[in-house]
T-cell receptor, first 115, second 112 residues
Framework: EAGVVQSPRYKIIEKKQPVAFWCNPI?????LYWYRQNLGQGPELLIR????????DSQLPKDRFSAERLKGVDSTLKIQPAELGDSAVYLC?????????????FGPGTRLTVT | KQEVTQIPAALSVPEGENLVLNCSFT??????LQWFRQDPGKGLTSLLL?????REQTSGRLNASLDKSSGRSTLYIAASQPGDSATYLC???????????FGKGTRLHILP
């Protein structure tokens, strides 16, 4: 079974430039998450999708961040314009609720450096 | 607001030793607790998931315990190996709605 796929793995951009990250979840997983992980910190949820609906985006800085999950499969996270403080690892995860248990599977992440 | 704390932040031990990583959380009303492993430059791998009704889970040389009333969990690693070197993250879910709150992790280094 293929895992969660993310691209690109690394991205270096200048501040004020736009950037986009792509995620392909595990086949059959209806729930998709985007997290941001700053250096030395645990991941923090940015947005959660149930199929194509964003059900929790309270942590997403909506002035510059946007996300979409067309057809309830792949997802794209965009930042425009990027700021120096956006440098972090952006992780995508997916899960399929099984009864009262669930497990999130994480991709390798995209390491963003804003200069 | 739920907060998750992991102590120590970093730990170095000789190969072969047994060790314990600690996790504490401020609100005992949790749905479940997970321990993850993160290797440098890689994503997270779920190691053990403990439901709120459970006391412990075991997988190979790993054993995780949960004491909800005291807001604590421990991850026990037996007979440590250099390949165990990684960052270990504890995370709690307040409810079934899937939101996970992570600790900052413990960086573990096993000395050959």
């Amino acid at each position: 079974e293929a895992g969660v796929v993310q691209s690109p793995r690394y991205k270096i951009i200048e501040k004020k430039q736009p950037v986009a990250f792509w995620c392909n979840p595990i086949s059959g997983h209806n729930t998709l998450y985007w997290y941001r992980q700053n250096l030395g910190q645990g991941p923090e949820l940015l947005i959660r999708y149930e199929n194509e609906e964003a059900v929790d985006d309270s942590q997403l800085p909506k002035d510059r961040f946007s996300a979409e999950r067309l057809k309830g499969v792949d997802s794209t996270l965009k930042i425009q314009p990027a700021e120096l403080g956006d440098s972090a690892v952006y992780l995508c995860a997916s899960s399929q609720t099984r009864g009262f248990t669930y497990e999130q599977y994480f991709g390798p992440g995209t390491r963003l450096t804003v200069t | 607001k739920q907060e998750v704390t992991q102590i120590p932040a970093a730990l170095s031990v000789p190969e072969g030793e047994n060790l314990v990583l600690n996790c504490s959380f401020t609100d005992s009303a949790i749905y479940n607790l997970q321990w993850f492993r993160q290797d440098p430059g890689k994503g997270l791998t779920s190691l053990l998931l403990i439901q709120s009704s459970q006391r412990e889970q075991t997988s190979g040389r790993l054993n995780a315990s949960l004491d909800k009333s005291s807001g604590r969990s421990t991850l026990y690693i037996a007979a440590s190996q250099p390949g165990d070197s990684a960052t270990y993250l504890c995370a709690v879910s307040p409810n079934r709605d899937d939101k996970i709150i992570f600790g900052k992790g413990t960086r573990l280094h096993i000395l050959p």
